[in-house]
């Protein structure tokens, strides 16, 4: 054991240090960068590198679906092999990958490029959310990184815009290699039996649902539909909003202000919290395709703002409890380790949903309709999990 590590943990637990957990914070905001400031790279990959609007749904498409293959592969091997090493190698791929793409510029060339980008940033971007899943109190951890979330897409979308497209590269390079400097800090390998059997007991005042492994399953096909909402609707927000004659000089401030909404949501989630985990979600599901579908009848300066601030703050939200259900019904985190890939892959398809939808003429109030349609799917999912939850809830009362 790397004692440096281990004197940082409380009660046994090493991944309870403030090093790891902060170290896993970084790296975990860092990997998800590229799914936070897709308005601004496609806007970037259409004026600066003349990508059609199909195209960037295409490269946007491959960057997360690179991403989401990234973090299953990581998923396979983060209880076998040094996770320290896992991270090296998807910062590595990484740092590789966008320095490429700084002299490849063809349309091609950066497809391939993202993918192979999105497939590192998806392997530490994993081992960081399985080391905040491995601490005695998951959900607060997880609420830390969305609480960090809100700021460091407001840093992103008001920085991004402002540099070249080599520069945003450079950006993300940089991201990259202060995670190198703090790969030390992440415990290197899951805890043991001994160590596990301490964090249950520590966690005897948090409900624990014994759950068969399907719900948890539903609950992460539930996300990557959210996702799939998310990713289209992210992914063309700005060029629907240029398209419809909204000018660009609103929609920076608006992408800007509106990513620290996303404060909003996590307090909104901390006060709902006592109506458990079920209402709250089955409302935010329903407002956030509320909140997308409303542009399907044009793009203009106040709705878009509306649009994006009420987004912005369910996105928050609603991610604030499906990780806290997923906590809940896993406590291995065997399953958690699958939330990044399942998020990457929702968002890998819905910028391609939403690219073959413009590609077949359909145009930009169509897509919003699709897009809005994928959180009413993950609605249903919701529902069926919590329609077998209360019925064993009644039939164990019967029995006892």
Known sequence: ??????????????????????????????????????????????????????QVGR??????????????????????????LLVMIGLALSIGANALCIGFVDYEQVLWLRVAAGIGSGIFTAIAVVTLGGTTKPVRAFNLLL??????????????????????????????????????????????????????????????????????IICLVAIGFTYVNIGGYYTYIELAA????????????????????????????????????????FISLLAMAGVVMM??????DMNVMVSMFGFMTLWTFVDVYQSSMMAHMDRSGTLVALMPSVQGFGQFIGPNVAASVLGAGFGYNTMFIVSGSMALVAILLYIGVFLYMHRRKTMMAVTT
Request: include cysteine; hydrophobic fraction near 50%.
């Open 242 to 281: 240029l398209a419809d004659g909204v000018s660009e000089d609103w929609m920076g401030p608006v992408l800007t202000w509106s990513s620290l909404f996303a404060l909003v949501g996590c307090f909104i989630a901390l006060y709902c919290s006592r109506f458990g985990l079920f209402k709250p979600l």
């Open 147 to 216: 609480f960090a979330f809100a700021f460091s897409t407001a840093l992103e979308l008001h920085v991004l815009p402002q540099l070249s497209m080599s520069g945003i590269y450079q950006f993300f390079i940089a991201l990259n290699v202060i995670c190198v400097l703090l790969i030390r800090w992440l415990p290197n390998r899951p805890l043991n039996v001994e160590e596990l059997a301490q964090q249950e007991a520590a966690q005897q005042d948090v409900e624990d649902w014994k759950v068969p492994k399907f719900l948890p």
């Open 59 to 84: 490269v946007a498409g491959a960057d997360l679906g690179g991403f989401s293959l990234g973090a299953v592969i990581a998923s396979l091997f983060v209880a076998r092999v040094s996770r320290r």
């Open 1 to 54: 054991m790397d004692n440096s590590i281990s004197s940082l943990g409380s009660g046994g637990n090493i991944f309870d240090g403030w090093r790891s957990i902060s170290t896993a914070l970084f790296m975990a905001l860092v990997g998800y960068s590229v799914m936070v400031s897709v308005p601004v790279l496609s806007t970037a990959w259409v004026g600066l590198l003349g990508f059609t609007a199909e």
């Open 295 to 300: 542009l399907s009848s044009g793009v203009t």
